[in-house]
């Protein structure tokens, strides 16, 4: 996977520091590249540059706000990524897994897992809203522009605001999150740790973390465990932003649907509650699908 050896825990702690170095300059960057290019220059101008700024009006406009998440998101997650492994000499695109599944049936069994996974979610995200969280933490993560601005990007008033949610809410964060966390931060968290499962689990509390939503913080967690093991078995990112595509979709058409459906409403407003054999069919499901992508990724290796 690196250049060298994988026992020596200090070079992936050295690469996780410079890797953390270039998400922050790489975010840096190419926020100022998205801000230049959606502010209002006229609007600026009259306001003064610092105090436009400031006040976020560039941010006013949906579809300017889109646009500069997508650039901002592709230089904090891809790009400091890929110059991460440039500056390691790897070969990207086969580093961060974009090739077919190792494990038989993938795709077959993909569809099944999705379906128990959302369900188990759903589950987790009515846990979580039992839980009282202190006012403090509460207001850390769920700040009310967070809200605000979360709001205006899930707006939605036509198909075609539809079409470009799928596309900047749906895609383009499963393509580059997976990039960054399972293809390149979860193998270099597994070689630090020493353990499989714990640099899989520190990887997804930190995918969980970065969305600053403490409301459903536990199903977070949950999901980027099942995306993190999912790449693991596989050896392929493809399933997984598949997998977190699928998702995310099913959020943004919840949220388009909310007034029309009454199950679509109960789901964007995080009320929907599966039965209990509904829960215990899923869990079983889901863990038999692991055991399966398990056994045969034990007899991969047996066989190499």
Known sequence: MQNYNGQN??????????????????????????????????????????????????????????LYNVISTFGAWVFSAFLLLKIRRQKVFAFWGFRR?????????????????????????????????????????????????????????????????????????????????????????????????????????????????VYQLIPMIFLALVLGYLYYYTGSIIPGIILHFCNNTFAILAKYYENRLAAAKMIADDTYLPGLWELLLCVTMLGGIFYYFHLQRQNLITHE
């Open 9 to 66: 825990r200090f070079q992936y702690l050295a690469d996780i520091l410079i890797l953390t170095g270039l998400v922050i300059v790489c975010a840096l960057i190419f926020g100022v590249i998205g801000m230049l290019l959606v502010m209002d220059y006229d609007q600026a101008a009259a306001k003064g540059f610092a105090e436009y700024i400031q006040s976020q009006d560039w941010l006013r406009d949906a579809r300017a706000m889109k």
């Open 101 to 213: 599944p190792e494990i038989r049936r993938t795709w077959l069994l993909l569809p099944f897992l999705f379906l128990s996974a959302m369900m188990i979610a759903a589950f987790l995200v009515y846990f979580n809203a039992t839980i009282e969280i202190p006012e403090s933490i509460s207001r850390t993560f769920n700040s009310d522009v967070n809200e605000q601005l979360m709001k205006q990007m899930l707006a939605m008033n036509d198909p075609g605001d539809l079409f470009i949610n799928l596309f900047v809410i749906a895609l383009i964060p499963a393509v580059f999150e997976e990039i960054f966390f399972r293809g390149t931060l979860q193998q270099m968290m597994i070689g630090f740790t020493g353990n499989t499962h714990a640099g899989i689990a520190v990887t997804g509390l930190l995918f969980a973390l970065i969305h600053l939503n």
